[in-house]
């Protein structure tokens, strides 16, 4: 959309800037509950309660976003917030969306690392990570009944299980073949469940969206540089093996590949970083996801205390403290700097393609793909917060790491079961399930040490 095009339909809908800010700031410190939660939020405020956007316009531009790698729902409150008034506008609705979750995640990783081992926090951590396993199996559930439409969609989440789990083949990998699958399914007269397309003009009562050289030749010029520029002035100044350097080329390529939502990608986080890496254990980043559970904003936020616990851990020659934060704020922007460069960059040209049938079925098969990638975690997540060791198979191409049965934690094997029941059975919020198990875990550490 060129600039003029953009103005013109902000001077339409009456809308101030300053008012709109008002409520994009409202929308962030009520972002809890992870894209489902969040997206309703902004449909509610947008749509439903102040009619700024046409609820045409509103699916069009989720559709768009569902397309791109990172969090949807922060990208969609870019995309709006674009539409509305141009790109100060998006990076005002897209960069508060992020600032309050940002904000609290980093108090609460300086209270893990200077309280963490106390019996009140150690107590408080336990429960939390016990409760992310029903957390992350709800995520398995949800997303499960709304991609596996087929059996060849089954097929697909089944295979790209057994390919993370038992072969350990890299996340990106599989989502790329998914891809091809989807993609060759639809054209063999196959399809695997395609998603639909929408047709027509989505915009409602908006303006027109084409795809502009100079334009898309402007935001590359601007975003790129701010993106990719500290991680080459790292490269030179700090060297390739600083870990800040790593920590930003990583989350760099993350950035990229954050297909399907944030729990898809945090397995392959998880992997790298705990196991390759070695920026943190396993108990620390389950605890880093419970913490970013429970503020607002993206989930994908856990990131940032990945990025913390590695600068804390290797703060070469900085104070650990300082250089956590510093690795920690850096990982957020390498994370969320091309989440603006998809949004203003990309919509003129995948609007274009939006009526691709091919396309669709590529995108089907991710999704499908998503669901095995999400139980990968879940299962990974099972075996390092309910037992405390675990052992390796290898044999037949597999690779594999069993639990040991007699290291079973009875605790937080009690926390994830009774967690699992209010979350199942009686439906208990998400916030409460979390705070409850916190409760637990501090109550037994200090009954029973």
Same mark, same amino acid.
């Given at each position: 959309?060129?600039?003029?095009?953009?103005?013109?339909?902000?001077?339409?809908?009456?809308?101030?800037?300053?008012?709109?800010?008002?409520?994009?700031?409202?929308?962030?410190?009520?972002?809890?509950?992870?894209?489902?939660?969040?997206?309703?939020?902004?449909?509610?405020?947008?749509?439903?309660?102040?009619?700024?956007?046409?609820?045409?316009?509103?699916?069009?531009?989720?559709?768009?976003?569902?397309?791109?790698?990172?969090?949807?729902?922060?990208?969609?409150?870019?995309?709006?917030?674009?539409?509305?008034?141009?790109?100060?506008?998006?990076?005002?609705?897209?960069?508060?969306?992020?600032?309050?979750?940002?904000?609290?995640?980093?108090?609460?990783?300086?209270?893990?690392?200077?309280?963490?081992?106390?019996?009140?926090?150690?107590?408080?951590? /336990?429960?939390?990570?016990?409760?992310?396993?029903?957390?992350?199996?709800?995520?398995?559930?949800?997303?499960?009944?709304?991609?596996?439409?087929?059996?060849?969609?089954?097929?697909?989440?089944?295979?790209?299980?057994?390919?993370?789990?038992?072969?350990?083949?890299?996340?990106?990998?599989?989502? @790329?073949?998914?891809?091809?699958? $989807?993609?060759?399914?639809?054209?063999?007269?196959?399809?695997? &469940?395609?998603?639909?397309?929408?047709?027509?003009?989505?915009?409602?009562?908006?303006?027109?969206?084409?795809?502009?050289?100079?334009?898309? $030749?402007?935001?590359?010029?601007?975003?790129?540089?701010?993106?990719?520029?500290?991680?080459?002035?790292?490269?030179?100044? /700090?060297?390739?093996?600083?870990?800040?350097?790593?920590?930003?080329?990583?989350?760099?390529?993350?950035?990229?590949?954050?297909?399907?939502?944030?729990?898809?990608?945090?397995?392959?986080?998880?992997?790298?970083?705990?196991?390759?890496?070695?920026?943190?254990?396993?108990?620390?980043?389950?605890?880093?996801?419970?913490?970013?559970? &429970?503020?607002?904003?993206?989930?994908?936020?856990? @990131?940032?205390?990945?990025?913390?616990?590695?600068?804390?851990? /290797?703060?070469?020659?900085?104070?650990?403290?300082?250089?956590?934060?510093?690795?920690?704020?850096?990982?957020?922007?390498?994370?969320?700097?091309?989440?603006?460069?998809?949004?203003?960059?990309?919509?003129?040209?995948?609007?274009?393609?939006?009526?691709?049938?091919?396309?669709?079925?590529?995108?089907?098969? @991710?999704?499908?793909?998503?669901?095995?990638?999400?139980?990968?975690?879940?299962?990974?997540?099972?075996?390092?917060?309910?037992?405390?060791?675990?052992?390796?198979?290898?044999?037949?191409?597999?690779?594999?790491?069993?639990? @040991?049965?007699?290291?079973?934690?009875?605790?937080?094997?009690?926390?994830?079961?009774?967690?699992?029941?209010?979350?199942?059975?009686?439906?208990?919020?998400?916030?409460?399930?979390?705070?409850?198990?916190?409760?637990?875990?501090?109550?037994?550490?200090?009954?029973?040490?």
């Amino acid at each position: 959309m060129r600039s003029a095009d953009v103005h013109t339909d902000a001077t339409r809908h009456g809308v101030s800037l300053g008012t709109a800010t008002q409520v994009w700031a409202k929308i962030a410190a009520l972002s809890f509950g992870g894209p489902a939660g969040q997206i309703a939020i902004m449909h509610r405020e947008i749509v439903e309660d102040r009619s700024w956007v046409s609820e045409a316009r509103f699916l069009h531009a989720l559709n768009y976003c569902m397309l791109l790698p990172g969090p949807e729902a922060q990208q969609l409150a870019t995309y709006l917030g674009w539409l509305m008034h141009g790109t100060r506008g998006g990076l005002i609705a897209g960069g508060l969306f992020v600032l309050p979750g940002m904000l609290a995640l980093m108090a609460l990783s300086w209270v893990y690392v200077l309280f963490g081992s106390s019996g009140w926090a150690f107590g408080l951590f /336990a429960g939390l990570q016990a409760a992310v396993l029903v957390v992350v199996a709800d995520a398995v559930i949800k997303v499960g009944r709304r991609a596996l439409k087929s059996r060849a969609a089954v097929a697909i989440a089944v295979a790209a299980f057994g390919a993370l789990f038992v072969f350990a083949v890299p996340f990106p990998v599989v989502i @790329v073949i998914a891809a091809l699958v $989807g993609f060759a399914a639809e054209h063999s007269g196959h399809p695997i &469940s395609p998603l639909k397309a929408s047709g027509g003009d989505m915009l409602g009562d908006g303006g027109d969206v084409r795809p502009s050289w100079g334009r898309a $030749g402007g935001v590359l010029a601007t975003w790129l540089p701010l993106w990719l520029g500290p991680v080459a002035v790292l490269w030179l100044l /700090a060297g390739a093996d600083s870990v800040f350097t790593r920590l930003a080329v990583f989350f760099s390529e993350v950035a990229v590949v954050t297909f399907g939502g944030a729990y898809a990608v945090l397995a392959y986080v998880a992997q790298a970083a705990v196991q390759t890496q070695h920026w943190l254990t396993a108990p620390e980043m389950m605890t880093g996801l419970g913490l970013a559970e &429970s503020t607002p904003g993206p989930l994908i936020m856990v @990131v940032q205390h990945v990025g913390f616990l590695a600068g804390y851990h /290797a703060p070469e020659g900085l104070p650990p403290l300082l250089a956590g934060t510093l690795a920690g704020l850096l990982v957020t922007w390498v994370t969320f700097a091309p989440c603006f460069l998809w949004v203003f960059l990309g919509a003129p040209y995948v609007e274009a393609l939006r009526g691709a049938t091919g396309l669709s079925a590529a995108l089907s098969a @991710v999704t499908a793909a998503v669901v095995g990638v999400i139980a990968n975690l879940a299962v990974w997540f099972a075996e390092h917060s309910l037992f405390h060791a675990t052992t390796p198979w290898r044999g037949l191409g597999m690779a594999v790491d069993v639990p @040991v049965l007699s290291s079973l934690d009875g605790f937080s094997a009690v926390i994830a079961v009774v967690s699992g029941v209010a979350l199942f059975r009686f439906r208990v919020g998400v916030m409460t399930l979390l705070a409850a198990s916190c409760v637990a875990g501090v109550v037994k550490q200090v009954l029973f040490g």
